[in-house]
Structures are given as structure tokens and as C-alpha cells.
T-cell receptor
Framework: DSGVTQTPKHLITATGQRVTLRCSPR?????VYWYQQSLDQGLQFLIQ???????AKGNILERFSAQQFPDLHSELNLSSLELGDSALYFC???????????????FGEGSRLTVL | QQQVKQSPQSLIVQKGGISIINCAYE??????FPWYQQFPGKGPALLIA?????SEKKEGRFTISFNKSAKQFSLHIMDSQPGDSATYFC?????????????FGSGTQLTVLP
């Protein structure tokens, strides 16, 4: 158990809909990362938050947005869903945004999104 | 360029054999190179990692070999076991300060036959 909790584990929805994925990081971790895993794209970095502020953006679509709340949990909002958005969405957390040497990301078990 | 290229896409090895997975990168600013292991239904978990000032790191049956001049690194699994069957991802860390993030390779699905 990595200590990172993601909900829901599975989600089935229709095209055009909007969903919210939730992540609770490990206790004490300030950084939260969102990754998308699809069969042909591997793990794609979407966005990172550190202590409530956006720190880095990757290949995140404009239809997607995220935020990190004062209690450090994070939500990833996916809107106007398309079939191609079907994927596993992982949240990960790390200590202090890697200002230390450990460099380790702790991943949750993911939220599997299916868009029909 | 933030890309990390990983090969092979899949690998089948007999029990007791050596599994070798290779990765290449272009960005010389990457400063940390971890390997993650992912079992079905689980998130990736850190397996072993290396910094670019070291050419090799060994932890048990797992070894990372790092070639800075060639911008390549590889994972060797000695005496491979069926329990090692999983997807392996190489990664490289970029960015600075609190804005660092990992760029992952495309993954290698390893199957170790009993």
C-alpha cells in the first residue's frame, strides 16, 4: 500500500460528459502529480501541484483541469469526454516536490475511466 | 526534448534467465533515472534508481547500467523469476526545484516462464 488513495476505482460514462477523479496523497506529501496511462502511450504526465499551486504542466488537454485543495487532496476534472479519453488515470505524490534527494513518486492504484 | 525511449515493448524469459530492458534519452538536464515496476491492477512502484554520476547500481538481482556519454541506461534482472512478471517503466527526472517531474518510457511487459 503506497498510502495514496484514488477514487473512484472504475468509472463508466458517455461521450460529452464530465467526471471528477479524486486523489488523497500520502500524509505529509505536498506534491501531487497526475498521469494518464493508455495502452499505446504509456504513462503521460499531465500536471503537478505543490502545496496548492500548479507547478508544472505536461500533455494536459484544455478540456481537463485540476486543483489541489488546502488539505492537499487533489481533483482532476475531465469534461466533454471523448472515446479517446478512456484510460487509467494515476495520481502520485512525493515529499516536498523533490527538494530532497529521494526523488521517489508514490502512486495510487489508479482510476479506470471508460468512455462509451 | 523530454522523450525517453524504451525497448523492447515485450520480453519473454525463461526462469533463471537474464532480462534486459533498455532506455535512451536526449535531455542532458535529466538528473535522476528510476525504474518502476507495475503489477496488473496496481500503480507503478519504485524498483531501483540511479544518478548520472554513477555507472552502475545493484540491488539484489536488479542492476541499472548507466552510460552518460551514450545517453542510455538499462535494467538487468538476474535469475529472473515468475514473480518478476510485470510491466517495467524507465523514467527520467527533469525540471527544477519543486517543479520536477518524471518522464516515463513506454513500458516493457516482462513475462518469466516457469
Amino acid at each position: 500500500d503506497s498510502g495514496v488513495t484514488q477514487t473512484p476505482k472504475h468509472l463508466i460514462t458517455a461521450t460529452g460528459q464530465r467526471v471528477t477523479l479524486r486523489c488523497s496523497p500520502r500524509s505529509g506529501d505536498l506534491s501531487v502529480y497526475w498521469y494518464q496511462q493508455s495502452l499505446d502511450q504509456g504513462l503521460q504526465f499531465l500536471i503537478q501541484y505543490y502545496n496548492g499551486e500548479e507547478r508544472a504542466k505536461g500533455n494536459i488537454l484544455e478540456r481537463f483541469s485540476a486543483q489541489q485543495f488546502p488539505d492537499l487532496h487533489s481533483e482532476l476534472n475531465l469534461s466533454s469526454l471523448e472515446l479517446g479519453d478512456s484510460a487509467l488515470y494515476f495520481c502520485a505524490s512525493s515529499v516536498k516536490g523533490w527538494q530532497g534527494n529521494t526523488g521517489e513518486l508514490f502512486f495510487g492504484e489508479g482510476s479506470r475511466l471508460t468512455v462509451l | 526534448q523530454q522523450q525517453v525511449k524504451q525497448s523492447p515493448q515485450s520480453l519473454i524469459v525463461q526462469k533463471g534467465g537474464i532480462s534486459i530492458i533498455n532506455c535512451a534519452y536526449e535531455n542532458t538536464a535529466f538528473d535522476y533515472f528510476p525504474w518502476y515496476q507495475q503489477f496488473p491492477g496496481k500503480g507503478p512502484a519504485l524498483l531501483i534508481a540511479i544518478r548520472p554520476d554513477v555507472s552502475e547500481k545493484k540491488e539484489g538481482r536488479f542492476t541499472i547500467s548507466f552510460n552518460k556519454s551514450a545517453k542510455q541506461f538499462s535494467l538487468h534482472i538476474m535469475d529472473s523469476q515468475p514473480g518478476d512478471s510485470a510491466t517495467y517503466f524507465c523514467a527520467a527526472r527533469g525540471g527544477s526545484g519543486s517543479a520536477r517531474q518524471l518522464t516515463f518510457g513506454s513500458g516493457t511487459q516482462l513475462t518469466v516462464l516457469p
